[in-house]
């Protein structure tokens, strides 16, 4: 994708205009630097002091990226007098692993890790491609990050094939199994408001109405702040889970745990990068439900309503993940029991290009019909007894 450079110089009265507008223009610039499309922004300074911005950034085109500059706040509200908008081409720096393996020398078992944003030379003897040739496409360049930073990380997704009869039992009539008995897994980290949230989202291919899409199982997520207000108002199945996820040179690792229990762990090697998929929509089904209060069988305040979750996304970056997934028993996250794998299909890294969502409310379920799901195990989609795990007779 082409590369531009915003750069403004400050106009009168700037020092006082730019403390009310930062937040709203750090604001405007975090979705292009989650994608990955933000290469750099900053101040320029004089004597310590600002006196203008440089921002560089990736767009699909000029008129794009003049869109994103006349939207900039600093521009829209003044900020900058003068401001000039400018192409620009990526050239340094371009490290690999042989800037700091010397060829035919054995990597250090302390190993450094260059990140993913480092573009791979592509040649043979690369040890940072374990002799594999990549792809030479431009549009494979890994998508750069500042180090350390908790926004753009990649999400680890896995796909496998479990028993049809699992998953339309888990199902509420009125969704149906998707063509193929496939659960989803998702491990994550993303900024929730500003800070890591960490978590997992299982899934099994589903349709409602013929649409085919994904019915959520669950969200196991580490911040409790998002817990309640996303369950409560769109029907998330969100509940506490701990979640350890990270990347070391090639090496991918990812576990979930709850009350205790580990119940999925992935431990795998990137392959190096594939082609990017084209843009494409993904439905996902959550489940919007209140009980009566006292508890009345059958009996609801809010009966059972499917909400739709459309989302949009391009592919900003995908690379191939080779690995064992491995699902242990839990009687908080029945995983292992309730959807045991038959075949793993795929694992790879993934930087979505986030585009849109929207979230709907549908028609409603059979209340009567849905009664036997009505009780989980906590806020996910798991079934459960009193809020729990269902006791073994």
Known sequence: MPLFALVGHDGPGAPELRRQHRPEHLEKLRPLARAGRVRF???LLEGGAPVGSLVVFEAPDLAAARAIAASDPYVVHGVFATHELRETRDVLPELTWSTFVRPGEAR?????????????????????????????????????????????????????????????????????PGASPTV???????????????????????????QPGRYTLGYGIDQESAIFISRDMNGQPKYPCKTTYYRMGNDVTARASHQGYTFVEFRGVVKGAVPNPPEHVEHEWWIKVSRAVGGAEKSYDFPPHVVRVKSTYRTAYKEAVEGTLTLRESPWDPIAE????????????????????????????????????????????????????????
């Open 41 to 43: 922004a900053g101040p």
């Open 184 to 210: 989803y897994l998702s491990v994550y980290n993303v900024p929730v408001p500003d800070e890591p949230e960490y978590g997992v989202v299982v899934g099994v291919a589903a349709n409602y109405k013929g």
């Open 338 to 393: 309730l959807l045991p794998m038959r075949e793993l299909v795929t694992a790879y890294l993934w930087t979505p290009v986030f585009l849109g969502r929207e979230i709907t409310l549908e028609t409603p379920l059979d209340p009567d019909a849905f009664w036997p799901h009505v009780d989980t195990i906590g806020g996910s989609r798991w079934p459960g007894q009193t809020g729990g795990p269902r006791r073994k007779r």
């Open 108 to 176: 250090p078992s302390a190993r450094l890790h260059v990140p993913a944003p480092i573009a791979y030379s592509g040649r043979p003897d690369d040890p940072q491609t374990g002799g594999a040739k990549m792809p030479s496409d431009a549009s494979l360049a890994a998508p750069k990050i500042t180090p350390a930073d908790i926004a753009g990380w990649p999400i680890l997704k896995i796909e496998y094939r479990t028993d049809p009869q699992r998953i339309k039992a888990l199902l509420p009539p009125g969704i149906d």
